[in-house]
C-alpha cells in the first residue's frame, strides 16, 4: 500500500479540523460488493418504469450515469423523475452479511476534529450502513444527495454547502473518497484528498491528476499508520 502522498507533505492527524468520508465502497471494502446489489436495483428500478428490457435498461443507467454523475441526477434532468420513489427503491438491500468493524470504529473514534459523511446516496441508506458496521455513533452529520438538492459530486456546488454548513475549514481537512474525480472540487477548495484506490474505469477517472494527494488500498491500514505515526 502507497502510504505516502504524491504531491503533498506527509500528513499530521493532529492538525486534522475534519475528515470527510464518503460511504459506498469507502466506510465499507468495495469488495462488499453492496454498490452493485444497489446497480442491480437500479436497473430493476428502470425496466418497471419504463418498460424496458434489462440490457436496455442497463445501457440508459450507464448513459445517465456518466452524463449526469449519478443515474438518479440522469433521470430527474432527462425524465423528471421523483427522486424519493428512486432512492427508496435501490438502497432497500440486503445487509445482512455486513459484519461490524470494531477496528475501523476505533481508528475513527481516534482520530481528533470532527468526522463527516459526504455522499451521493441518502441518510437511511448511510444509516443502515453504519449501523451495521458499528460506526453511527462516530460522525457529526451525513451530508446527502437531498442536502445537495440532488446535484451529486463532483458538481462543485454541493462541496460549497457542506462546508458551509458543517463550518468546515478546508485548508485543516481530509476528505476520503473511492471516485478520483469527486476529489477534485475538495483540492480546489483547499482540502487534502485522499483516494481508496478501486479498480473500476469509473472510479479511476482522474486519478493519476495532482488533486490526488494520497493514493491508498486499505482505509483502516492507512488511518493506523496515520495515527501511529503522524
Known amino acids: 500500500m502507497d502510504q505516502q502522498p504524491t504531491t503533498c507533505p506527509t500528513l499530521d492527524a493532529g492538525v486534522v479540523t475534519s475528515w470527510v468520508f464518503d460511504l459506498d465502497n469507502t ?51 432527462e425524465r423528471d423523475l421523483d427522486p424519493e420513489r428512486f432512492l427508496d427503491y435501490v438502497h432497500d438491500i440486503d445487509l445482512s452479511d455486513l459484519e461490524p468493524d470494531p477496528r475501523l470504529a476505533d481508528l475513527i473514534a481516534r482520530l481528533p476534529g470532527r468526522k463527516v459523511i459526504f455522499t451521493n446516496g441518502s441518510v437511511p441508506h448511510a444509516e443502515r450502513i453504519t449501523s451495521r458496521l458499528g460506526l453511527v455513533s462516530l460522525f457529526e452529520g451525513t451530508f446527502d444527495i437531498v442536502a445537495s438538492n440532488y446535484i451529486p459530486k463532483p458538481d462543485p456546488r454541493p462541496y460549497d454547502v457542506m462546508i458551509a454548513r458543517y463550518g468546515i475549514e478546508p485548508a485543516s481537512s481530509v476528505m476520503i473518497e473511492d471516485m478520483a474525480a469527486n476529489l477534485r472540487p475538495a483540492a480546489a477548495r483547499g482540502m487534502t484528498t485522499v483516494w481508496l484506490r478501486h479498480d473500476a474505469e469509473w472510479a479511476r477517472a482522474g486519478a493519476g491528476d495532482d488533486h490526488i494527494h494520497h493514493r491508498i488500498t486499505d482505509l483502516s491500514a492507512w488511518l493506523e499508520h496515520l495515527l501511529d505515526n503522524g
Open 27 to 77: 466506510l465499507y471494502p468495495a469488495a462488499s460488493n453492496l454498490f452493485a446489489r444497489v446497480s442491480v436495483r437500479m436497473t430493476r428500478f428502470i425496466c418497471a418504469e419504463y418498460g424496458l428490457g434489462e440490457d436496455e435498461a442497463r445501457t440508459l443507467q450507464r448513459q445517465l450515469f456518466r452524463a449526469h454523475g449519478t443515474t438518479l441526477r440522469g433521470l430527474m434532468v
